[in-house]
């Protein structure tokens, strides 16, 4: 069975930053389109940020500029830079990776931004 395994969230202030990471040891990433979604209590989940297995990015409009993901295909994990949080940015983040066949989605990591 295919896990990805996400980590990094937590509890930061307004106005800060947190690093996401998304790995597995099941598939290789370079494969895929990768992406963040995130949950807020009483909302859909909603699309973040993707990058493709080609190396292009988007963005929903309400993180550009703000958050960046990356991936780094020697160690099979992708990245969402989070900065300049706020309490509307608090959800829960999840790690997806696709192909036309295939669809797989992580566990989930907290990220609240609250003083």
């Known amino acids: 069975q295919v896990q990805l395994v996400e980590s990094g969230g937590g509890l930061v202030q307004p106005g800060g930053s947190l690093r996401l990471s998304c790995a597995s040891s099941?598939?290789?990433?370079?494969?895929?389109?990768m992406g963040w979604y995130r949950q807020a209590p009483g909302k859909q989940r909603e699309l973040v940020a993707v990058?493709?297995?080609?190396?292009?990015?988007n963005y929903a409009d309400s993180v550009k500029g703000r958050f960046t993901i990356s991936r780094d295909n020697a160690k099979n994990t992708v990245y969402l830079q989070m900065n300049s949080l706020t309490p509307e940015d608090t959800a829960v983040y999840y790690c997806?990776?696709?192909?036309?066949?295939?669809?797989?989605w992580g566990q989930g990591t907290q990220v609240t931004v609250s003083s």
């Open positions: 099941r598939i290789s990433f370079s494969m895929y389109n």
């Open positions: 990058i493709i297995s080609g190396g292009s990015t």
């Open positions: 997806n990776a696709r192909t036309f066949r295939n669809d797989y």
